[in-house]
T-cell receptor, first 114, second 113 residues
Framework: ETGVTQSPTHLIKTRGQQVTLRCSSQ?????VSWYQQALGQGPQFIFQ???????GRGNFPPRFSGLQFPNYSSELNVNALELDDSALYLC?????????????FGPGTRLTVT | EDQVTQSPEALRLQEGESSSLNCSYT??????LFWYRQDPGKGPEFLFT???AGEEKEKERLKATLTKKESFLHITAPKPEDSATYLC??????????????FGTGTRLTVIP
């Protein structure tokens, strides 16, 4: 059984650019959530996708958007990058969008915005 | 406003020296409280979910408890491999998305051999 994978591992972008981060869910999982973790902080919920539909969103502006594909893999897109977007972006998958399903986190993508 | 506060920020223990980590929370209504472990350079690893006051769960040297305002993670006779950052998170009832979790900043635990 393959765990949650994310690509790329590290990324450096310039302020104002756009970035796409990718996540492959664990086999059999139809729910993906994305989190932003700044250095020394806990993760912050960005949004959750269930069967290709967004079904929950945290306090992030619209320039953070996502997609989930029929194979349940997912993308996080961030437009007009700002310096404060520098963080570790974590993807987590679960067998369903319910609280009693354990989330499995990937290793994250470290984004640096200069 | 939903809020999670963890203490202490950092904790150093001798191997075998038991202790507790604290997570205080303020939410409009609690769907669940979670404990995760995070090793450097890795994503969080799920430990426990607690749903209601009085609930307790155990796993190896770890035991999590929940009251109406806080949760404790008790570590009994820790080993060096227990060294990690322990994160507490809550899922508030007034937020959309079951995985809409509010995390604390974590307690960084170091266990010295």
């Amino acid at each position: 059984e393959t765990g949650v994978t994310q690509s790329p591992t590290h990324l450096i972008k310039t302020r104002g650019q756009q970035v796409t981060l990718r996540c492959s869910s664990q086999s059999g999982h139809n729910t993906v959530s994305w989190y932003q973790q700044a250095l020394g902080q806990g993760p912050q919920f960005i949004f959750q996708y269930y069967r290709e539909e967004e079904n929950g969103r945290g306090n992030f502006p619209p320039r953070f958007s996502g997609l989930q594909f029929p194979n349940y893999s997912s993308e996080l897109n961030v437009n007009a990058l700002e310096l404060d977007d520098s963080a570790l972006y974590l993807c987590a998958s679960s067998p369903g969008p319910f609280l009693d399903y354990e989330q499995y986190f990937g290793p994250g993508t470290r984004l640096t915005v200069t | 406003e939903d809020q999670v506060t963890q203490s202490p920020e950092a904790l150093r223990l001798q191997e075998g020296e038991s202790s507790s980590l604290n997570c205080s929370y303020t939410v409009s209504g609690l769907r669940g409280l979670f404990w995760y472990r995070q090793d450097p350079g890795k994503g969080p690893e799920f430990l426990f979910t607690l749903y209601s006051a009085g609930e307790e769960k155990e796993k190896e040297r770890l035991k999590a408890t929940l009251t109406k305002k806080e949760s404790f993670l008790h570590i009994t006779a820790p080993k060096p491999e227990d060294s990690a950052t322990y994160l507490c998170a809550v899922s508030p009832k007034d937020q959309t998305g079951a995985n809409n979790l509010f995390f604390g900043t974590g307690t960084r635990l170091t266990v010295i051999p």
